[in-house]
């Protein structure tokens, strides 16, 4: 009897030994690995105009605030060049400003114009009327040749001016227009200068390097005096306040894995220590499928290796340990999948 219950145990021993060897990787309840890290999103900091560099303004591994400013380029050309757009900017609204003027005094020359045509217009009626009754008079010979004479010659003078002063008013009209037009180019003149002066007033910030995010300072290669260059790395700013963990988790652990999963984990550096984050996201590919050689093999030489893709971690803030974590800190992570 002993020896069947020893061996039914055996038995069931040896089920439940095989049932477990042959369970899926992912289904256990803790999924943990060796290959995480501490990583942020690093700003690596660049000038956006070339220049001699005047100032340093901080030290490697310093703390800076968005907006403190780290690096200053010489500026004298750069306000060289905003002098200049703003004398060449002036002129051109001041040549707007003097054709406006004229365009003013147009309409007034435009105005003389028309009262004199009104003018020649009733001098001209009344030469007519005189050259018509000096001509009935010569006719019935109450008047003399000379006078009929006398005021023909007076309306073809006065047709002549009138023709000449139309000429004039249809001249200023025409100028009003050609004004006008000047106006436009002139305007458009202006805008171009003001453009030019925005554009160098840009530049001349843009000798005022500052932080865009918060951070600390790390591999500062620039020194006073130097001369940089556009794109030109000048240090890098590490968010320490923003970090996260990087685990390669084999294909074979990650069934069950989603966005909100409690996770706690365990730093080389820091030995006794343990610290909670969650699932933040789950990467899309395999690291090798960013390679620029892909190792996938398509010949009939084919040995098949498990592949690890990336699971982002966000740490839980106010965690007593979390000051001291820096990144490429060696991280454990256990991530929770019950």
Do not use: W
């Not at 060897?21 to 070339?50: F, H, K």
């Not at 030109?232 to 700013?237: D, F, H, P, S, V």
């Not at 030489?301 to 820096?326: S, W």
């Amino acid at each position: 009897m002993f020896r069947l219950l020893a061996v039914l145990a055996i038995l069931i021993l040896a089920g439940i030994g095989f049932h477990l060897l042959n369970r899926p990787e992912s289904a256990a309840g803790e999924q943990s690995t060796t290959d995480a890290y501490v990583q942020a999103d690093l700003t690596r900091v660049s000038p956006q105009i070339a220049g001699r560099v005047g100032k340093v303004l901080v030290e490697e591994n310093q703390a800076v605030r968005a907006g403190e400013p780290l690096v200053e380029i010489d500026d004298r050309d750069a306000r060289i060049q905003v002098e200049e757009a703003r004398a060449a900017l002036a002129q051109a609204s001041a040549e707007v400003v003097g054709l406006q003027a004229r365009l003013k005094r147009q309409a007034s020359t435009i105005e003389q114009a028309r009262a004199q045509l009104e003018a020649d217009r009733a001098a001209v009626n009344l030469a007519r009327q005189e050259q018509t009754r000096y001509h009935d008079l010569a006719e019935i010979g109450a008047g003399t040749v000379q006078a009929q004479q006398r005021a023909e010659a007076e309306l073809a003078a006065r047709r002549a001016g009138q023709m000449g002063d139309r000429a004039a008013y249809d001249a200023a009209k025409q100028e009003r227009a050609v004004l006008r037009a000047d106006i436009e180019k002139a305007r458009a003149a202006e805008n171009t200068a003001r453009a030019r002066l925005d554009a160098a007033e840009l530049a001349l910030s843009y000798t005022r390097i500052e932080a865009p995010v918060d951070g600390t300072v790390a591999q500062k290669v620039v020194r006073p005096g130097a001369y940089v260059n556009v794109g030109e790395t000048l240090l890098t700013l590490v968010p320490l306040d923003d970090l996260y963990i990087n685990a390669n988790f084999r294909e074979t652990q990650i069934a069950h894995m989603h966005t909100g999963q409690p996770v706690r984990f365990t730093v080389d550096a820091l030995p006794g220590a343990t610290l909670t984050g969650k699932v933040a996201s789950l990467g899309p590919a395999s690291g090798v499928s960013f390679s620029a050689i892909p190792p996938h093999n398509a010949t009939g030489n084919f040995t098949k290796i498990v592949q690890r893709l990336p699971v982002r971690i966000a740490v839980d803030p106010d965690q007593p340990d979390v000051g001291k974590l820096k990144v490429g800190m060696s991280v454990v992570p256990e991530v929770i999948t019950d």
